[in-house]
Structures are given as structure tokens and as C-alpha cells.
């Protein structure tokens, strides 16, 4: 097939960085005066975005899209794997639901995705100067390779040459790169055009010797090691993997004189967590993501039940944590509670699943603090909306992606109002309250209302605090990689 220019970047191992590389390196060649789009042919992640052609794609292609200049399209991910249960996931395949499969079954059928991966790697690539490429997981992970579409079974069949990342904050790197070398097939290795380190703290220069054996038992050069960029902390995080680096055992408050104090559960199958990210940062704002095993904190002032991309099990999951019982002995103390979707779901009094939604059919008892039920049946709601708060007076823009409808007197006394109509519920006090709507907290004008209500100053800008990130990222990109190298290998897959 005929490509545009492009360059994959792939890792020893997952979360060693390759999403927020492509960003930053998508930032950084945007700034050159290119037209760069993002791509990923498969992506495993409950943390999605919806495009506006439309359909889902993961959260790290849209703040990639973000990072270009451009609006997300289903096309930057056509396949999207959203786990359901320890060995089955939804399958997304360019933006719309095509199922749901176990673990072996997908590694069986995947090869027949390719053609649609290379249908939306087309179309990402017209008009474009560049587009960058982000694996998924490790081509290490041989075991995986025949019907490959993630790395190099995608890098091959396009013809799209490969950067090996390294993350050296984790340990290992020499063996991980040198390793990834020994056990990949000649024709694979083949496609690998060099290799860079991430997340360098230090001086860099105690690294030169490293890189000297590195390329003396690989072949591969440098492009450059790239220092740990405490910016990338101000963007939105794909992976739950770094929920274990919010989460604390101990009481909120503290001495840092924050004012209002917000714990989140961490759910099995918690969905979306990205919602958070605008608390997590805002100066007057303590947040905390409450592992299993742990109590909901007694000092909490608003308990937010997240998103879940498997509503019945993980409310199983919550009261298997006994959370029911300290959510409803803070509900007594006179705290505050916010569900969001999945977590709206949760909070009313029954959820039902007759076609087997999300797992065999049935139901299961609500919490009860909001007067709803909800019923999961009919075509997943993905859309972009805006509308205003319950007192008309304050604007807000997110977007739905769910399966359900919700119904009941609670609905009465809505959260929010769209075009359609009211949206969410609350209780009669208006402690409890819920809706369908993610992203409300990006909103620096909605989140301003919010924390207000709790008598708590917001001060963040936040689309200006990510975009600045992003050039941060991108300025270290310039300063620290070969990126005239890694242009000329996109535009000369033989370089």
C-alpha cells in the first residue's frame, strides 16, 4: 500500500511512555509549520473519548489530536478494546460497538480487523505531513505476533518504520532494549530504525556508556534521551495504571490548607477516570482515588462514585469493599455524593440487564439514595453536549457514553438541562445527586460553580494548563531527540 509519511513509536513494555511521546512529538513537529495526525490501530482502554464523526476512540488519541491541532476522528483508533470482565472486553471498531469477545476468541479473530486498521490508516494520512504512529504493549511480546495488528503485524503490513522506546525510570532499559532485539523475528527487527531512552533523571551524560552498548549489541542508534518531564503530570492520564499514584491511605486534609476534600473509589472497572484530572490539579482541591481494602475516608467533605465500564459488577465490587457502608454513614454525617454515569447508575434504587448487556442477564439492588432505576438496553449513546446547570444559569459542555436509560421521580429535580430535555437527578436535599454527562469538570466555568457551592475558589484554566504541557513536552523533544532524524525516517522508511 501507498503510505504517507509516518513513524511508529513502540515500547519495551507498556506505560513506558509512548503516548505522551506521540503527543509531544506531534506538538513539537506542529510547531515545525507540519500537518500531523495521530494514529493507533489497536488500543485496550476504558478511558475513551467521543470523536464528533460520532463514535469512541481512546482518551490518549484525542489529547493526541489536541497536540495537532485537530479534532479526534474514529479513524486516529479504529480498534478499541474496553475490558469488561479479567478476560473479555468490548470491541470498538471504527467508533461503533461490534460486540464483545474473550480474550482468546479476539486473539483469534483479530487479523480480520487489519483491513479496517489499514482503511483508517489511510484515510488518517491524507492531507497529512506526517502521522505518528503509537504500538500497544511490546513487540517483545512474541507470543502475540501471529495475527498481530498493534505493532509490528500494523508496522509491516504499511510499511511504516519503527523508534523502540525505553524507560529507564522503571530499571532494566539496556536488557529491556537489547532483549527486544535477541527475540524478535529477523523481518521485525528489520522495521526497528533505532531506538530512544524516556524518562532520564539526572545528569545524561551518565548515560553515554549505556548507549554505547545498547547500539554495540542492537545495530540501532540513538535518537536521543529524553529527562523526566514533570509536565506530563498536567495531562490527562490513559492508563489506571497511574490511579496508584493518586491513591492514599490517610486522612485528606492536611497542612497544605486545601479546602475541599474529594475521595473516589476505585472501581474494578472504573471508566473515564479522566474527569477527575481537573480536581486532581486545582490548587484548592485534595484529591484521592481509594484503593480496594481500604475505607472510604471519615474526613471526606464529596464521596464521587465514578464511571464503570461493567455498572452490576463493580457495584457487586463496592459493597464487596464495604464502601456501601461507609458511603452511607457519610451520607448520615451530612456529606455530599456525585455519581457520574456509571456511578449515577449505582446510586439509584434498582439496575436492571434482561439482554445480558454487560454480563449474563439480570439485576441487582441499587444504593438508594437517588429515587431512579435504570434499565441497560439500547444503542450506546455517544455525543457531544451542552446545556446549562438546575438553576438555568450556568453553562456547561461534555459528552455521553453510555448504555441505559434512567427513569423515576428523581428525574423531577434534574442536575443539569440539555436541548432534549432534564438530565440527571437529585435528592430532596440535594446531597445526592447524579447525571450521565462526563467531562462536566473541564469546564472551567461549570467547575467554578461547582466548587463555589462548596464555598471552594477554583483557579484553574484548564485547556490552558494541558496546551501549555504539551509545548513544554514539545520544546524538551527539540532540545533533547534527534528530531531531524526522526523526520527523515518517516519520510524515508529505509533510512
Same mark, same amino acid.
Given at each position: 500500500?501507498?503510505?504517507?509519511?509516518?513513524?511508529?513509536?513502540?515500547?519495551?513494555?507498556?506505560?513506558?511512555?509512548?503516548?505522551?511521546?506521540?503527543?509531544?512529538?506531534?506538538?513539537a513537529f506542529v510547531h515545525r509549520g507540519l500537518r500531523v495526525r495521530p494514529f493507533k490501530p489497536q488500543n485496550m482502554s476504558n478511558n475513551a473519548a467521543v470523536t464528533p464523526?460520532?463514535?469512541?476512540?481512546?482518551?490518549?488519541?484525542?489529547?493526541?489530536?489536541?497536540?495537532?491541532?485537530?479534532?479526534?476522528?474514529?479513524?486516529?483508533?479504529?480498534?478499541?478494546?474496553?475490558?469488561?470482565?479479567?478476560?473479555?472486553?468490548?470491541?470498538?471498531?471504527?467508533?461503533?460497538?461490534?460486540?464483545?469477545?474473550?480474550?482468546?476468541?479476539?486473539?483469534?479473530?483479530?487479523?480480520?480487523?487489519?483491513?479496517?486498521?489499514?482503511?483508517?490508516?489511510?484515510?488518517?494520512?491524507?492531507?497529512?505531513? +506526517?502521522?505518528?504512529?503509537?504500538?500497544?504493549?511490546?513487540?517483545?511480546?512474541?507470543?502475540?505476533?501471529?495475527?498481530?495488528?498493534?505493532?509490528?503485524?500494523?508496522?509491516?503490513?504499511?510499511?511504516?518504520?519503527?523508534?523502540?522506546?525505553?524507560?529507564?525510570?522503571?530499571?532494566?532499559?539496556?536488557?529491556?532494549?537489547?532483549?527486544?532485539?535477541?527475540?524478535?523475528?529477523?523481518?521485525?527487527?528489520?522495521?526497528?530504525?533505532?531506538?530512544?531512552?524516556?524518562?532520564?533523571?539526572?545528569?545524561?551524560?551518565?548515560?553515554?556508556?549505556?548507549?554505547?552498548?545498547?547500539?554495540?549489541?542492537?545495530?540501532?542508534?540513538?535518537?536521543?534521551?529524553?529527562?523526566?518531564?514533570?509536565?506530563?503530570?498536567?495531562?490527562?492520564?490513559?492508563?489506571?495504571?497511574?490511579?496508584?499514584?493518586?491513591?492514599?491511605?490517610?486522612?485528606?486534609?492536611?497542612?497544605?490548607?486545601?479546602?475541599?476534600?474529594?475521595?473516589?473509589?476505585?472501581?474494578?472497572?472504573?471508566a473515564n477516570f479522566d474527569d477527575f484530572d481537573p480536581l486532581r490539579l486545582e490548587p484548592s482541591v485534595a484529591i484521592t482515588m481509594v484503593p480496594p481494602g481500604r475505607p +472510604?475516608?471519615?474526613?471526606?467533605? +464529596?464521596?464521587?462514585?465514578?464511571?464503570?465500564?461493567?455498572?452490576?459488577?463493580?457495584?457487586?465490587?463496592?459493597?464487596?469493599?464495604?464502601?456501601?457502608?461507609?458511603?452511607?454513614? #457519610?451520607?448520615?454525617?451530612?456529606?455530599?455524593?456525585?455519581?457520574?454515569?456509571?456511578?449515577?447508575?449505582?446510586?439509584?434504587?434498582?439496575?436492571?440487564?434482561?439482554?445480558?448487556?454487560?454480563?449474563?442477564?439480570?439485576?441487582?439492588?441499587?444504593?438508594?439514595?437517588?429515587?431512579?432505576?435504570?434499565?441497560?438496553?439500547?444503542?450506546?449513546?455517544?455525543?457531544?453536549?451542552?446545556?446549562?446547570?438546575?438553576?438555568?444559569?450556568?453553562?456547561?459542555?461534555?459528552?455521553?457514553?453510555?448504555?441505559?436509560?434512567?427513569?423515576?421521580?428523581?428525574r423531577d429535580r434534574p442536575l443539569l438541562h440539555l436541548p432534549g430535555g432534564p438530565e440527571g437527578a437529585r435528592s430532596a436535599d440535594g446531597r445526592i445527586a447524579g447525571c450521565?454527562? #462526563?467531562?462536566?469538570?473541564?469546564?472551567?466555568?461549570?467547575?467554578?460553580?461547582?466548587?463555589?457551592?462548596?464555598?471552594?475558589?477554583?483557579?484553574?484554566?484548564?485547556?490552558?494548563?494541558?496546551?501549555?504541557?504539551?509545548?513544554?513536552?514539545?520544546?524538551?523533544?527539540?532540545? #533533547?531527540?534527534?528530531?531531524?532524524?526522526?523526520?527523515?525516517?518517516?519520510?524515508?522508511?529505509?533510512?
Open positions: 500500500m501507498t503510505r504517507p509519511p509516518a513513524l511508529m513509536i513502540q515500547g519495551t513494555g507498556s506505560d513506558v511512555g509512548k503516548s505522551l511521546l506521540v503527543a509531544a512529538l506531534a506538538r464523526d460520532g463514535g469512541e476512540i481512546g482518551r490518549a488519541q484525542a489529547l493526541q489530536a489536541r497536540a495537532c491541532g485537530v479534532a479526534p476522528s474514529i479513524h486516529m483508533n479504529p480498534v478499541l478494546l474496553k475490558p469488561q470482565s479479567d478476560i473479555g472486553a468490548q470491541v470498538i471498531v471504527q467508533g461503533r460497538m461490534v460486540g464483545t469477545s474473550r480474550a482468546a476468541d479476539y486473539q483469534r479473530r483479530k487479523g480480520e480487523l487489519l483491513a479496517a486498521v489499514l482503511d483508517s490508516f489511510t484515510r488518517v494520512g491524507e492531507g497529512a505531513d +506526517l502521522v505518528l504512529v503509537e504500538g500497544a504493549g511490546s513487540p517483545a511480546e512474541i507470543n502475540l505476533r501471529p495475527r498481530d495488528i498493534a505493532n509490528m503485524g500494523f508496522a509491516r503490513a504499511a510499511n511504516v518504520p519503527v523508534i523502540l522506546a525505553g524507560d529507564i525510570d522503571r530499571g532494566g532499559v539496556i536488557a529491556s532494549i537489547v532483549g527486544t532485539h535477541a527475540v524478535v523475528a529477523p523481518e521485525d527487527r528489520a522495521m526497528i530504525r533505532g531506538y530512544l531512552i524516556n524518562k532520564f533523571r539526572g545528569d545524561i551524560s551518565l548515560f553515554d556508556d549505556g548507549l554505547v552498548e545498547i547500539t554495540n549489541r542492537t545495530g540501532w542508534p540513538s535518537f536521543g534521551v529524553l529527562p523526566f518531564q514533570p509536565a506530563a503530570a498536567r495531562l490527562p492520564a490513559e492508563d489506571a495504571v497511574v490511579l496508584d499514584q493518586w491513591r492514599t491511605g490517610g486522612p485528606l486534609g492536611g497542612k497544605d490548607g486545601r479546602q475541599l476534600r474529594i475521595a473516589v473509589p476505585m472501581l474494578s472497572r472504573i +472510604l475516608p471519615l474526613d471526606a467533605d +464529596l464521596i464521587i462514585l465514578p464511571g464503570s465500564k461493567a455498572t452490576i459488577a463493580d457495584l457487586q465490587f463496592f459493597r464487596a469493599q464495604g464502601w456501601d457502608i461507609d458511603l452511607m454513614a #457519610h451520607v448520615r454525617r451530612g456529606g455530599h455524593v456525585l455519581g457520574i454515569c456509571g456511578g449515577y447508575q449505582m446510586l439509584g434504587r434498582h439496575i436492571d440487564d434482561p439482554d445480558g448487556i454487560e454480563g449474563p442477564p439480570g439485576g441487582v439492588t441499587g444504593l438508594g439514595l437517588l429515587d431512579v432505576t435504570t434499565v441497560l438496553t439500547g444503542t450506546k449513546v455517544l455525543t457531544a453536549v451542552s446545556g446549562i446547570d438546575a438553576s438555568g444559569t450556568v453553562p456547561f459542555t461534555g459528552y455521553e457514553m453510555h448504555v441505559g436509560v434512567t427513569q423515576g421521580p428523581g450521565y454527562i #462526563h467531562g462536566l469538570f473541564n469546564d472551567d466555568g461549570f467547575r467554578r460553580h461547582f466548587l463555589a457551592g462548596f464555598g471552594t475558589i477554583a483557579g484553574l484554566a484548564y485547556d490552558s494548563t494541558v496546551d501549555a504541557a504539551l509545548d513544554e513536552l514539545a520544546a524538551a523533544c527539540e532540545r #533533547h531527540l534527534d528530531m531531524d532524524g526522526l523526520l527523515r525516517c518517516a519520510r524515508q522508511p529505509g533510512c
